[in-house]
């Protein structure tokens, strides 16, 4: 059975900094485009930052940038984003989600993210708070 789960969600002051962690089991990570999404209650999710194995290619969106890192461990089947200077707008609920390994961006040597849909696999997020 495939599972994320995701941790390292809490409540930091503005300015601070979180690191979200997304562990697999049931499946690998290293051959599949990994997303991480953020929601917020009466929005919809957006997208925040997703590592393209196919080119190694990361994308960030506009409002991380600079701020926001994704890394990895295969050993521990485990993705990561390093969240820091959180803003008050940062808060939401972040997920990670994980392509199929058959996933084939529609092109290569740019970041880019995949469509909701394209995800197939999603944990259940952890919930970040920035308040001072």
């Known amino acids: 059975q495939r599972q994320f789960v995701e941790s390292g969600g809490g409540l930091v002051q503005p300015g601070g900094s979180l690191r979200l962690s997304c562990t697999a089991s049931?499946?690998?990570?290293?051959?599949?485009?990994i997303g991480w999404f953020r929601q917020v209650p009466g929005q919809e999710r957006e997208g925040v930052s997703c590592f393209n194995a196919e080119d190694g290619e990361v994308y960030y969106a506009d409002f991380v940038k600079g701020r926001f890192t994704v890394s990895g461990d295969n050993a521990k089947n485990t993705v990561y984003l390093q969240m820091n200077d959180l803003t008050p707008e940062a808060p939401g609920t972040y997920s990670c989600a994980a392509a199929p390994s058959s996933y084939v961006p529609p092109y290569s040597g740019a970041p880019y993210l995949p469509k909701l849909w394209e995800f197939d696999s999603w944990g259940r997020g952890t919930q970040v708070t920035v308040s001072s």
């Open positions: 049931g499946f690998t990570l290293d051959d599949r485009a």
